[in-house]
């Protein structure tokens, strides 16, 4: 995919296409849904009810693993110096924007939803728990090593963005929302000429891609059995923190997919948002997908044929009563539709589609965090229905919301496309990098 040809446009063409705001009536709506969702989770926290803590929870990890899943992913497009998505990848970069307050809401769960989110809360010290997992799971460990390893991670991914959005500001001319102004004005403090902020900004990021990469995958398998995997507390699967971010990251794909067709429609730059690079987003879902299904059918087979009870128990609970019809609709959602209905060029590149396969993998994803967590929780669930209703609905709404909400927010308040990397004639240079001191061209490997 790198070595697409790229459409090479005039700056003036760029700007022009980027000038126009997301509509308001979006943004009050998502800010409508963020309002009212949050409200029905304040009054379930007045009214202390466990099950809006509960719900909080699933759609953080939902919506938290798509969010950074994204940045991560936009990083990838420097690791492999990508031109193919130069036109498209700052409509990803918007989803950074939701991972500050991802990591305010963790910590709203941490120190005041702790006895309602993690099951084990009050087991450290009583002698219930061996003694590796009383250690892991003391409290001053649990907090410094979440909070540490989200903290770092929301550091280094806003940081990544801020770097790449710095060139567009600084070769754009003020425009924008209006909350972003005091933003911009220090992106362009010592903003240098074109070709020097183009190696130094290149050689910077391939930096913070390649730690951002480390992180990303040790740090999601920490916050993955912190926040999922120990809420059964007797399970445990090595591949588990892979399943969770890769979930994260195959949704990430499939609202990119979206999102890239309605700003091609809205902004009206059909020549410089193509067909080309639906398919490449097409063929990125699907084999994300696939790669989502083999890690699923990978961990359960091992679990199956080592049928150890620490470990089929997790499998036994969710595919029986009332959570086995959630699980199965899960695994539908999540790969066999997409998986076989993306098999084309056509489905791939075909807008409706693209939306409905775009549309089962959201819903299977939040359907999987939710039977990650709640079968946990509440155990055997033959008797009844299984607890899915208002509080899922309105956090649902609320996470929603404030996701659509911040990512509108950002992508008002800066460039919308990478007009730098699109329109500089020292855009292909970063193939050959320099020295961003001497200007000198750097060996094969920076």
């Not at 128990?313 to 695994?331: C, D, E, M, N, Q």
């Not at 929603?400 to 020292?426: C, E, H, I, N």
Request: charged share 15%.
């Amino acid at each position: 995919m790198s070595g697409h040809e790229t459409p090479a446009p005039s700056r003036e063409r760029v700007l022009a296409a980027m000038d126009k705001p997301i509509p308001p009536r979006i943004k009050q709506a998502f800010l409508a849904m963020f309002i009212a969702g949050f409200a029905v989770f304040a009054y379930g926290v007045i009214r202390g009810n466990g099950r809006a803590w509960q719900a909080f929870h699933v759609n953080w990890l939902f919506f938290t693993t798509i969010a950074s899943a994204g940045v991560m992913f936009v990083a990838t497009q420097r690791i492999t110096t990508a031109r193919w998505s130069r036109s498209i990848i700052r409509i990803m970069e918007g989803y950074v924007a939701f991972l500050p307050f991802a990591f305010v809401c963790l910590m709203l769960m941490i120190f005041a939803g702790n006895q309602y989110v993690y099951s084990w809360w009050e087991l450290p010290g009583t002698g219930e728990l061996a003694h590796e997992k009383n250690l892991y799971f003391g409290h001053a460990f649990f907090w410094g090593r979440s909070i540490g390893v989200m903290g770092l991670l929301v550091i280094l991914q806003v940081w990544y963005v801020w770097t790449s959005v710095r060139l567009d500001v600084g070769v754009s001319p003020e425009g924008g929302a209006s909350w972003a102004a005091g933003i911009r004005a220090a992106m362009r403090r010592g903003f240098r000429e074109e070709r020097r902020e183009l190696h130094s900004t290149h050689s910077l990021q391939g930096k913070l891609a390649v730690f951002m990469a480390l992180l990303f995958g040790f740090g999601w398998c920490v916050l993955a059995w912190d926040q999922s995997m120990s809420l059964d507390y007797h399970f445990f699967s090595t591949m588990y923190g892979w399943l969770e971010f890769m979930g994260g990251w195959l949704v990430s794909a499939r609202i990119f997919s979206g999102l890239v067709r309605w700003f091609n429609q809205h902004l009206g730059a059909p020549d410089l948002i193509t067909t080309k690079q639906y398919h490449d987003i097409g063929r990125l879902c699907f084999a994300f997908t696939a790669f989502w299904g083999y890690l699923s059918f990978s961990q359960y087979l091992v679990i199956w044929y080592g049928n150890m009870p620490e470990e089929t128990h997790f499998f036994t609970l969710r595919l029986t009563g009332a959570w086995k019809p959630i699980t199965l609709a899960a695994v539908v959602l999540t790969f066999v539709l997409p998986f076989f209905g993306l098999l084309s060029v056509k489905a791939k590149t075909w807008a409706p589609t693209m939306m409905f396969f775009a549309a089962c993998s959201f819903v299977g994803l939040w359907l999987v965090r939710y039977t990650e967590v709640y079968p946990s929780i509440y155990g055997p669930s033959d008797a009844g229905a299984a607890p899915l209703g208002k509080w899922e609905l309105a956090l649902f709404v609320g996470f929603l919301g404030a996701f659509g909400w911040f990512y509108a927010q950002f992508m008002d308040g800066f460039p919308k496309m990478r007009v730098f990397l699109m329109t500089s004639p020292y855009r292909d240079e970063v193939q050959v990098p320099c020295d961003p001191v001497t200007m000198e061209p750097l060996p094969a490997h920076e």
